[in-house]
């Protein structure tokens, strides 16, 4: 399995990048899952429905599933921020990549999304694990770099770069257990 986080402000284009990702990497023929990390409290289940009856009854764990889908929705009995990799470790491991959008701060190898419009500085001067940038603004960088600089508007060619690359991005659960 091969893992790539996306890291960037809010707004940069990270969910579009990787939602462009997803398409292109499957017309390679391979397996994609995506991990986002999510800032506030979210839901996927809705009032009403069997699954959200269960957690407000006070289940654990609730995995639905069906011939085309499975779920599992986990409540935290106390508060808890899982890591990006007890996240991975959740997936299937028939996957050939894993689009890790978010965990900005992780020690996974990582394209930083940026933008100049946003106002934002930039993260790959002080991050150690970007090996690459993709902006819609490269002569607007603010500090000179040798990484690999990629097209944001062209995920075809971000695509091509990550498969030239594959071995850099090869996850090993044992080095995180």
Known sequence: MKVVGFAGFSGSGKTTLVERLIPALRLKGLRVSVV???HHRFDIDHEGKDTYRHRE???FEVVVASD???ALIREFEVANRPTVHQLLAELY???DWVLVEGFKDSDLQKIEVWRAESGKPARYPADDFITAIAT???DQLPIPT???VLDL???DAVVAWLLTQGSRFDYHFENYA
Request: hydrophobic share 30%; glycine share 10%; charged share 30%.
């Open 57 to 59: 009854a006070g289940a």
């Open 36 to 38: 986002k990390h999510a």
């Open 68 to 70: 085309k889908r499975l």
């Open 153 to 155: 508007n062209d995920p």
């Open 146 to 148: 040798q990484l690999q």
């Open 136 to 138: 819609d603004s490269p």
């Open 93 to 95: 491991e028939g996957v």
